[in-house]
């Protein structure tokens, strides 16, 4: 091996090294919905209602941060390395819902005050995730259906889906558009449950 090698080789060495300390080493930058957004006019015609969790797949049921480059294999869901939720997206939006739910007004009771309210509102995520269209463009969607029961029976049923896009093309730019489109879904239940017949 001639000297100009075993000097290239020494500096690949190195920097595989400094690189392998540098992941070591990044900490792990966490995210939620954020505040809630200012409070629109209170929803009226809607009882005490019970939200139960919102439910859905296992991989919502995790505290990774996902995407997915739609110009690539829309298929793949990645999760982002050193980025991540304080809590399971299952949970940020349950969360999220029952707090602007009351925000609205509306009396919210949780599963074990059924003798409180016949009327049990369920969710179901089905997608919670960044999606890029490019490398620098990309849009936070939420989607999930809703399900309203009355004394043990379907009132109704829909599906809800926001996308919004993200203002910048990484982590921070997904959580921002993720929790705008919640708050969107939210205000889209509310206006959904005030359509509904009251007991």
Not at 25 to 37: F, I, K, N, R, V
Not at 55 to 73: F, H, K, V
Not at 134 to 153: C, D, I, M, P
Request: hydrophobic share 50%.
């Amino acid at each position: 091996m001639t000297t100009t090698l075993r000097n290239f080789a020494a500096v690949a060495a190195i920097a595989v090294l400094l690189g392998a300390c540098a992941s070591k080493g990044q900490s792990t930058a966490q995210y939620d919905l954020g505040p809630l957004p200012q409070a629109d006019a209170p929803a009226a015609g809607i009882g005490a209602i019970i939200v139960a969790d919102v439910a859905g797949p296992a991989a919502l049921d995790t505290e990774r941060m996902q995407y997915r480059l739609l110009y690539a294999d829309a298929r793949q869901s990645r999760p982002y390395a050193y980025n991540q939720w304080t809590a399971t997206p299952l949970q940020l939006l349950t969360q999220r819902m029952k707090a602007r739910i009351a925000q609205a007004g509306v009396k919210v009771l949780s599963t074990t005050d059924a003798a409180a309210s016949p009327t049990v509102l369920r969710m179901e995520l089905n997608d919670f995730a960044q999606n890029f269209d490019s490398a620098t463009s990309s849009a936070g969607v939420v989607n999930l259906r809703a399900s309203v029961f009355r004394s043990h029976k379907l009132v109704d049923q829909k599906t809800f889906a926001r996308s919004v896009p993200a203002p910048s093309a990484d982590a921070a730019g997904g959580a921002r558009a993720l929790a705008d489109a919640s708050d969107a879904v939210a205000a889209d239940v509310l206006a959904w449950l005030a359509t509904l017949p009251q007991q």
